[in-house]
């Protein structure tokens, strides 16, 4: 499997429910990010997560992140019709000096019906 | 003001020709990114530039492509001899790991080559 594999590849959900995106890599990272991309824009971060936290939130967002199972969740709460966009995962390695390179998964695509 | 600016949005090119893509990161980084995505498919990276340089590339970046920074606030990717696979969408974005922030990404220049 690829770094940064995301799933499920698409859900699709009414308006008010939960969204739940997963993220599973291969390599030791020093952080992971979460990103948006609505239909032919470009991505937007969402939240960045440090390989020593467990769990952060930033509005309806909740992400989770477990070293040991290589793991993360992206949880976007009550959810919206403007919600509907695709979500990446993105690892970042260990850094050389400033500079980390950042690997994106493969992305969810989420729906949100009204 | 969008705080990464790519131009032009959308280019249209013969097969063979040369195309440049330009970014313009609004801000004091010194680490730079292209990234790629070709339709429906995932973010891939090409090339990191550091301090004026290629810190690392990835093997789609081949020969025919090359980065620059000409006058210290323009970054540039030209394509030298455009193929239909270089059909994409071109992502420019300048780092912010250290804060935390993730990447900043332009809108991105979507190439159509014919």
């Known amino acids: 499997s690829q770094q940064g594999e995301e799933d499920p590849q698409a859900l699709s959900i009414q308006e008010g429910e939960n969204a739940t995106m997963n993220c599973s890599y291969k390599?030791?990272?020093?952080?992971l990010q979460w990103y948006r991309q609505n239909s032919g824009r470009g991505l937007v971060h969402l939240i960045l997560?440090?390989?020593?936290?467990r769990e952060k939130h930033s509005g309806r967002l909740r992400v989770t992140l477990d070293t040991s199972k290589k793991s993360s969740s992206l949880l976007i709460t009550a959810s919206r019709a403007a919600d509907t966009a695709s979500y990446f995962c993105?690892?970042?390695?260990?850094?050389?000096?400033?500079?980390?390179?950042?690997?994106f998964g493969t992305g969810t695509k989420l729906q949100v019906i009204p | 003001e969008p705080e990464v600016t790519q131009t032009p949005s959308h280019q249209v090119t013969q097969m063979g020709q040369e195309v440049i893509l330009r970014c313009v990161p609004i801000?004091?980084?010194?680490?730079f990114y292209w990234y790629r995505q070709i339709l429906g498919q995932k973010v891939e990276f090409l090339v990191s530039?550091?301090?004026?340089?290629?810190?690392?590339k990835s093997e789609i970046f081949d020969d025919q492509f090359s980065v620059e920074r000409p006058d210290g606030s323009n970054f540039t990717l030209k394509i030298r001899s455009t193929k239909l696979e270089d059909s994409a969408m071109y992502f420019c974005?300048?780092?912010?790991?250290?804060?935390?922030?993730?990447?900043?990404f332009g809108s991105g220049t979507r190439l159509t080559v014919v």
């Open positions: 997560i440090r390989s020593n936290e």
């Open positions: 801000s004091n980084h010194l680490y």
């Open positions: 993105a690892t970042a390695d260990l850094p050389s000096g400033g500079y980390q390179k950042v690997t």
């Open positions: 974005a300048r780092g912010g790991i250290r804060q935390g922030l993730g990447y900043t």
């Open positions: 390599t030791s990272i020093n952080n």
């Open positions: 530039f550091y301090n004026n340089e290629i810190s690392e």
